[in-house]
């Protein structure tokens, strides 16, 4: 049987090899042609002078991915690590029967009215067809607090959002909870969730945290207005602000079915992962 086995084969010899290598590496620190912000496919072709197909073998050998982007956010907090390790320690090792609460506002959601359907492409492909065109009817905002350990979202829809919405907004939240048990709040640091001293002095079982500046994406809640935005907002046809609130409460009451806590992870970003070159990427 070991007769049948093929023998290892080369394979077709390469056109181009590690020379070819180094030149795209060169050009992609090089500043682009004129006319372009950035180096693409056809563009390092045309510069080296190969083709396209060699071009994208180099690229996709190296795992470079010249459209995909990533954007970072640095907090320069000078107290990050204190008021980071606050927060995550709430998420993580909470104290014993405390309700742990993440709460912020999603701003101006736009009720925007335009048709949509599916269309067929030249490919033959179907895909879901947006017209380019639209009206607005108004915005809504929402306020929004998550219970960490449960995954159970409380919300409440309101045309402004000024410090006294957002007070009325927490009395409701904490309005069920008796006035022994401890609630920790974690905020961001937009104006009216500070300078509340007179709110928590009548509440005294709350505790407000606060995110570091520049550092958001502590807040849990943050990952289930991203999943609303998917779901429910993105390529909605709302023909006014009720249809608007009403698309926003049947999502939720969807949501409150399953609700479950997030496994809340977050990669950790240090300030050396941020590279000058391609080639000290690749290091």
């Not at 690590?81 to 709430?90: M, N, Q, R």
Request: with cysteine; glycine share 6%; aromatic share 8%.
């Amino acid at each position: 049987m070991k007769g049948l086995d093929d023998r290892p084969r080369s394979g077709k010899p390469r056109n181009f090899g590690e020379d070819l290598r180094k030149q795209v590496l060169a050009a992609l620190e090089a500043k682009p042609p004129a006319g372009q912000a950035v180096w693409d496919g056809p563009a390092l072709a045309r510069h080296l002078k190969v083709s396209d197909d060699a071009v994208w073998r180099v690229l996709r050998r190296e795992g470079i991915c010249l459209r995909r982007q990533r954007s970072w956010c640095v907090s320069t907090d000078p107290e990050f690590s204190a008021k980071a390790a606050d927060i995550v320690g709430l998420y993580l090792n909470p104290p014993q029967n405390a309700l742990v609460l993440s709460v912020d506002e999603k701003p101006s959601i736009q009720a925007l009215e335009r048709a949509v359907g599916y269309v067929e492409t030249d490919s033959g492909k179907i895909v879901r067809g947006l017209k380019s065109t639209y009206r607005r009817h108004g915005t809504l905002n929402l306020f929004a607090a998550l219970e960490v350990a449960t995954g159970a979202i409380h919300t409440q829809t309101t045309v402004k959002k000024r410090r006294v919405e957002f007070l009325e907004f927490m009395d409701k939240v904490v309005a069920d909870v008796s006035p022994e048990r401890e609630i920790h709040v974690v905020l961001d640091n937009y104006c009216i969730h500070k300078r509340n001293d007179h709110w928590l002095a009548k509440h005294r079982n709350v505790t407000f945290h606060f995110t570091p500046t520049s550092a958001s994406w502590l807040n849990q809640v943050e990952i289930w207005f991203g999943i609303l935005s998917r779901k429910a907002l993105r390529g909605a046809n709302l023909k006014s602000i009720e249809e608007l609130r009403q698309a926003i409460e049947s999502f939720v009451e969807a949501y409150r079915v399953g609700a479950k806590p997030f496994v809340w992870r977050k990669r950790e970003v240090k300030g050396a992962q941020l590279r000058n070159t391609i080639v000290n990427s690749r290091n």
